[in-house]
C-alpha cells in the first residue's frame, strides 16, 4: 500500500488522503481515557463502491492512532499548525 496521509483539521480529527484525494476521515471517539477509540471512515460508505486496500467496510476501528497509521500502511500524519491562519471553517469578515 502507498500513498495513504493524515492530514490533521483538529485535535482528535484528520482528513484521510489517498494519492493527495481526500477519500475519508479519521476521528477519535470517546474521552481521552481507556474507552477511546479511533475510527476511520471513507466518504464513499455506499455498499457497491468500491474500497481501497486494506479496507474491507466503510468504516473500521483501532485503539490508537499509531495502530491507524500502522494499518494504511505507515501513513505519515500532517500536525496542524498553530498560528498558520489555516482554518477547516470558512472566515467571515
Known amino acids: 500500500m502507498m500513498g495513504y ?4 483539521l483538529a485535535s482528535g480529527s484528520y482528513d484521510l488522503l ?12 470517546g474521552s481521552r481515557s481507556k474507552n477511546t477509540t479511533w ?8 455498499p457497491e463502491a ?9 468504516e473500521e476501528e483501532f485503539e490508537t492512532l499509531e495502530a491507524v497509521c500502522r494499518w494504511l500502511g505507515d501513513a505519515p500524519v500532517r500536525p496542524l ?4 491562519g489555516v482554518s477547516a471553517l470558512p472566515v467571515h469578515r
Open 81 to 84: 499548525r498553530k498560528g498558520s
Open 39 to 46: 475510527i476511520i471512515e471513507l466518504l464513499d460508505d455506499s
Open 5 to 8: 496521509q493524515l492530514r490533521q
Open 50 to 58: 468500491p474500497r481501497p486496500a486494506p479496507f474491507t467496510a466503510a
Open 18 to 29: 489517498l494519492r493527495d484525494e481526500i477519500i475519508g476521515s479519521v476521528v477519535r471517539s
